[in-house]
């Protein structure tokens, strides 16, 4: 204890700091000699408002302040250092003259740690300035390691972050190769699949789905058609219209999907999944493949159904011409018994949206990675 420095936080070698305020100059002289003599540093402060101060320009390890000062009293002082978080750790000795039991109460209520009287006796104020200094130690310590615990989490968690993002990635990437084999057999092209992909998204989010079920929407309904993969070129390449057993088997692209994405571990691959099962599946309960009909229906595949025949219309076609925006809106209305009304009158609500999200993604190939990976 000869030089001061032990009681401090191992790895801080640094003499302990102890401010002392008083606006008698007689007792700033004892209290620094006291100081002196323990091997620590001595401030020292003439009024409340310099206490202040020199508290937050100096950070001292104890302040040591009397009752009765000009301006703000040590009460004053105590309560506004104890209420400020990054002073509150302070150790606070009120000194006062006044010996009797309300100031000392006062004291305490404004938040001291410890209550000295006027005349000081040496004994007691070394004991009590080593106990706060043991006290203040083990806080100091708390607080770094608290600091350092803080800065662990922050870095694990941008770790976490990091590899969610790389594994998002992957999947995504998943994703766009399953798609690309399906669509490789296609007339389609790209851009029927980045749009029904925005669509879908767009009329989600305004129908107030969850973010996530918006997002398993986002990502899985690409996946809608890649049951095609397993329809035989003669069917799927046909030029012209189906035969109505050619069209009996262009339907089961559902069910090969379905069976393609089965026993999903993640919720966009569930989502994808319901999404290539249902997507033919009509409100009037006369779609394909099972004419499940209104709620039956989940709505990602009641989504995907209606956004599905608007870029159908949109789309040219070896049996159809490329219909304008009002076309394809007037055939869906003409057909409205097919569609969830909900999801119909979403799609009514952002019809604009649709004109400009088809118009911006025309003539995408098939690269809608750079949209998707974002
Ligand atoms: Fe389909």
Redesign the pocket.
Known sequence: MADGTEQLAPGLPRKAKILVADDDRFYIQIFSDLIDGLGYESISAANGAEALEKVRAFRPDILIIDVVMPGMNGFEVTRRLKDDPSTTHIPIIIVTSLSDRGSKLKGLHSGADELLSKPVDEAEFRARIGNLLKVKKYEDYLLEHGKKLEGEVVDKTVQLERAFEKIRHGYVETVYRLTLAAEYRDKETGGHIKRISLYSQVLASHMGLPAQAVEAIFFGSPM??VGKIGIPDSVLLKEGSHTPEEFEIMKT??TIGANILRDPDSGILRTAREIALT??ERWDGKGYPMGLKRDEIPISGRIVHLV?IYDALRSKRPYKEAFDHETACGIIDGQKERFDPEVFKGFLTLSEEFRRLFDENRHEELDFRKTILL
Do not use: F, L, Q
């Open positions: 809608h058609d692209h559902s997507h033919h599905d």
